[in-house]
């Protein structure tokens, strides 16, 4: 039986240094391994050898080993990799002020960059908003305002969301047309919706001036919502938007942005907007309403805003007159289903 038995190699365990002699063995069963294998040691006799200045000098700080020197050092296509990626990034940032800036303004052919231009000239927003300190009437006033804003907000994101999922929130009314083709349960036929962060734009132009105040507290109490997307826009134009990790409103469109009208909404599709502001922006908001369900809450007067949008865009826009002040919103939201 042992014949036919395949010996194990254990001259692998035979580890020695470059200045000592292997160790003798004194088991019995280890004088067996050896003779069992010297046949086919004859051709290997050597053992592996281990260098015991291996480790030396290796060890961190920290009581680990060094990391190769290929990790430790940046090569110099990493290096000149990275200035270029720096020096792109200084130029993108550049591109961005150069656009924003309106102290130094020259005119070009472009009309979507000098309507940009404008716009970035009549914002009035203060981009870096300082957080109130304290509790008085006022901030009690305005945490009641947030409440009835997050109400709002939450009905808004429920009833008007994103794509169809898996889920039993709603029937699926094209699953109930197919059932009787495809046989399937009537408790399959249901669905969810993904729900999606709602928008808020506020008109910060001169015309607004009024509603200066009103305006500033919507900004403060939606930036604490995190499924709430908030926009400086003078007459309905984006400019700025509300960056919730620095607490800022930031400069964020390029030139190509502009261009492509970016900043009259062009890449806002099948979302939920409700929009603060006069009637200087209601030709963006007329011409955003066929993918977009808008709710245009106005300072002006129900007939002046009427005669702007026409009935056939009602189903798409919502309009909320006479909204000047907070308490005008609080009546407002009141009367919102």
Not at 53 to 79: E, H, I, W, Y
Not at 169 to 185: C, P, Q, V, Y
Request: aromatic content about 8%; some cysteine; glycine content about 4%.
């Amino acid at each position: 039986m042992k014949k036919l038995i395949t010996p194990l190699k254990t001259n692998w365990r035979n580890f020695v240094t470059s200045g000592t002699k292997p160790a003798s063995s004194t088991s019995e069963c280890n004088r067996h391994d050896a003779n069992s294998t010297e046949g086919q040691s004859s051709n290997n006799n050597e053992s592996f050898k281990v260098n015991p200045n291996r480790f030396d000098n290796q060890a961190s700080s920290s009581g680990g080993l060094k990391s190769p020197s290929g990790l430790s050092k940046s090569t110099p296509k990493a290096l000149k990799a990275f200035q270029n990626f720096k020096s792109k990034q200084r130029i993108h940032s550049d591109e961005i002020e150069e656009l924003y800036d309106t102290s130094s303004h020259t005119y070009t052919d472009n009309v979507s960059i000098e309507d940009f231009k404008d716009s970035v000239h009549y914002s009035r927003i203060n981009l870096k908003p300082a957080q109130s300190t304290g509790l008085d009437l006022k901030s009690l006033r305005n945490r009641r305002l947030g409440v009835e804003l997050s109400r709002i907000i939450s009905k808004i994101a429920e009833d008007y969301s994103g794509a169809h999922t898996e889920g039993s929130d709603f029937w699926d009314g094209n699953r109930l047309a197919t059932r009787k083709i495809s046989k399937e349960s009537i408790l399959k036929c249901k669905m969810s919706k993904e729900k999606q962060s709602v928008i808020i734009m506020l008109d910060s132009s001169p015309s607004c001036d009024e509603q200066a105040t009103f305006y500033s507290v919507l900004a403060a109490e939606a930036s604490k919502f995190g499924d709430v997307e908030l926009y400086d826009a003078p007459n309905a134009r984006i400019v700025h938007k509300y960056n919730q990790k620095t607490g800022s409103f930031e400069k964020f469109l390029t030139k190509k942005d502009v261009i492509n009208n970016v900043h009259r909404w062009s890449l806002i599709k099948n979302r939920t907007i409700i929009f603060f502001g006069d009637n200087d922006g209601v030709h963006i908001v007329k011409e955003n309403s066929n993918n977009n369900k808008i709710y245009y809450i106005s300072p002006e007067r129900e007939y002046r805003v009427r005669k702007y949008v026409p009935k056939h865009l009602y189903k798409n826009i919502i309009v909320l007159p006479n909204v000047r002040t907070i308490k005008d919103f609080m009546k407002v939201c009141k009367k919102l289903r």
